[in-house]
């Protein structure tokens, strides 16, 4: 399952089950970044094999591009 922000333009990958869990931790990974000034373009909260693992892509900063 996949969820995607347009506006953000961030995909969020959230595999099968347990969504409340992982939805809890999108909003504890995104506040962090938030507070940092990290953009995502990619969450994967769908590692089935490690599901404590989280991988995040960040975007460049239009200064980087």
Not at 17 to 43: C, F, H, M, N, Q
Request: no cysteine.
């Amino acid at each position: 399952f996949v969820l995607r922000f347009f506006e953000e333009r961030t995909d969020v990958f959230l595999g099968r089950g347990d969504y409340p869990t992982k939805l809890a931790r999108l909003r504890e990974i995104l506040a962090e970044l938030g507070d940092r000034s990290l953009r995502a373009s990619r969450v994967h909260l769908d590692n089935e094999l490690r599901p404590e693992r989280v991988t995040v892509r960040l975007k460049l900063s239009e200064e980087h591009r």
